[in-house]
């Protein structure tokens, strides 16, 4: 049976809670997922870990900031087939590419994954 837009995007905020539990080694923070035609963005907020924003903190702006982005592109890259064997199982479609960034200020992260067409679902029934 189809999953609603709903679903499609709670299994892929889910996906990425445990995505950063398992890999990141972090509990649960405020993770979003939008589905918006052929694109996926998945929104974390309140991902720097206490190391990190020392990190920034103590070295000048930019090598910090320079520095934390290298670490977690590396670590977002090396992540890559089990993130879109994630979205491809929870939407049907191929994932054709993934894009991220972190803001060092923020502590949010994005992920934007695009996909080869848009999923099918199913219509939400209104009561």
């Known amino acids: 049976m189809l999953k609603t837009q709903g679903e499609i995007e709670r299994a ?7 995505f950063e539990q398992d890999y990141m080694g972090r509990g649960r923070k ?3 997922a939008d589905l918006i ?3 996926i963005l998945v929104r ?5 870990t206490a190391a990190e924003q020392h990190l920034v903190k ?6 910090g900031r ?8 590396h670590l977002i890259e090396v992540a890559r087939p089990t993130m ?8 049907g479609v191929k994932v054709v ?5 972190i803001s060092t200020l923020t502590g949010e992260e994005v992920v934007l994954f695009t996909l080869a067409r848009p999923p099918t679902f199913r219509e939400t029934r209104r009561k």
């Open 44 to 48: 974390l907020k309140g991902v720097l």
């Open 97 to 101: 590419s993934l894009h991220h960034d």
């Open 58 to 63: 103590t070295l000048p702006a930019e090598k």
């Open 84 to 91: 879109t064997a994630m979205v491809e199982e929870i939407t």
């Open 12 to 18: 892929i905020s889910e996906g990425m809670t445990r």
């Open 30 to 32: 405020d993770v979003d």
């Open 66 to 73: 320079d520095l934390l982005k290298q670490v977690r592109c």
């Open 37 to 39: 035609d052929d694109l």
